[in-house]
């Protein structure tokens, strides 16, 4: 079965944190995929992303009613970027 945003989105509850290795482990895929898909998702403004240290990086699926394709409502498009491309590099 092939992962899709819309099968990770349906899999992750909402307002739960959850860390990449753990939905790759998951879904069976590496984490080099599981990092550009959950990136993308945070930049279409469907999961927010947060680092409560240097290391670590959590993602949170947005409840319907916060979901937005602007990534405005958390914080400006260029700190949203930054933050993914740092998850992207960090494989």
């Known amino acids: 079965m092939k992962l899709t945003a819309a099968k990770l989105l349906e899999t992750m509850e909402s307002d739960r944190?959850?860390?990449a290795g753990e939905l790759a482990r998951r879904f069976d895929t590496s984490m080099a995929q599981m990092n550009?898909?959950?990136?993308?998702?945070?930049?279409?403004?469907?999961?927010?992303?947060?680092?409560?240290?240097?290391?670590?990086?959590?993602f949170v699926r947005l409840?319907?009613?916060?979901q937005s394709r602007s990534p405005g409502h958390e914080?400006?498009?260029q700190s949203v970027c930054s933050?993914?491309?740092l998850t992207r590099t960090s494989r």
């Open 75 to 77: 914080g400006s498009l």
């Open 36 to 58: 550009d898909m959950l990136c993308t998702l945070v930049e279409e403004g469907l999961v927010h992303m947060s680092s409560h240290s240097s290391r670590i990086i959590r």
């Open 83 to 85: 933050l993914a491309a």
């Open 17 to 19: 944190e959850y860390l």
């Open 63 to 66: 409840p319907r009613s916060l």
